[in-house]
């Protein structure tokens, strides 16, 4: 179990903001200035320091966090062993492409299993690594880009990342000039979400931004966008299995551009992940 003064480090890190990070433990600011002393002495380094009235982390401050993140995955799996030897739990974080096309076959095949349960989590990158940085997560799959300093990861897949259309849109099956692609209605993720990150960054190193499209609108869920594409004309960007999932939408790419994406495992404490990914895909 971790020192109470490394939940208040936690906490603080979160926060980044003693007078929050006091209301979020119910304790006083002096208590939690106290506690960051007693691990700076114990450390001998310095974890925190202000630039003007702005707080940030030292690099000691970021390895003591990965630390302290690694010990609580370890012991909130030991404590789901002694709390149900037979039964089975996991909480499992995927980014919403992954979880609504790409990981259900391995879910259904984990919960065939009556001892088994799970607590899915589909939601936007950015949340995700949230609810990783906070244990909530046994384990996240994400799309796109992210950062590899902050979590341990290992790759799942490359994927190819592509134009979607409607089939019977004059771009389908083809591969187009940029130029002509600005000229489409194009319906993009929200921000954070990987895909419209992985979208604007090849979109950046050729020159451009989505406010090169005549009409941009964002849209949270896939199955909204993809309806809206098949339906109404627009275009959008996505991983290949998108469009395979119907019969009304096809891919096209775009000249010069090839885009291709990770999908990862990402986690706090890498041996802890491993055996509880290999339990999800049911390997041995």
Request: aromatic fraction near 10%; charge should be neutral.
């Amino acid at each position: 179990m971790l020192d109470y003064r490394m939940q208040t480090f936690l906490t603080l890190c979160r926060e980044m903001n003693y007078r929050r990070a006091a209301q979020a433990l119910n304790m006083t600011q002096p208590g939690v200035t106290q506690h960051i002393q007693h691990l700076e002495k114990h450390y001998g380094v310095k974890l925190f320091v202000y630039d003007g009235r702005r707080l940030h982390r030292t690099p000691e401050a970021d390895a003591l966090k990965r630390h302290a993140e690694s010990v609580m995955a370890r012991e909130k799996a030991l404590t789901d062993v002694f709390a149900a030897p037979r039964r089975v739990h996991l909480d499992v974080g995927a980014t919403k492409t992954i979880g609504e096309f790409v990981l259900t076959g391995a879910l259904s095949r984990y919960l065939a299993d009556p001892m088994h349960s799970i607590r899915f989590e589909i939601n936007n990158t950015e949340v995700l690594l949230d609810m990783l940085d906070e244990s909530l997560l046994d384990f996240a799959v994400v799309e796109g880009v992210f950062d590899k300093q902050r979590f341990g990861w290992h790759l799942f897949k490359r994927e190819r990342f592509t134009g979607i259309c409607a089939a019977s849109h004059p771009f389908a099956g083809r591969t187009v000039p940029i130029s002509e692609v600005f000229g489409q209605t194009l319906i993009v993720r929200e921000p954070g979400s990987g895909t419209r990150r992985l979208l604007e960054q090849s979109l950046d190193a050729r020159g451009y931004s989505l406010d090169a499209f005549s009409r941009c609108i964002c849209i949270s869920q896939f199955s909204v966008i993809t309806g809206v594409v098949a339906d109404a004309g627009a275009i959008s960007f996505g991983y290949a299995p998108v469009a395979a999932q119907r019969t009304d939408l096809a891919t096209f790419e775009v000249e010069h551009m090839p885009m291709w994406g990770e999908f990862n495992f990402v986690y706090c404490d890498e041996e802890t992940a491993r055996k509880k990914i290999e339990l999800f895909f049911g390997k041995p």
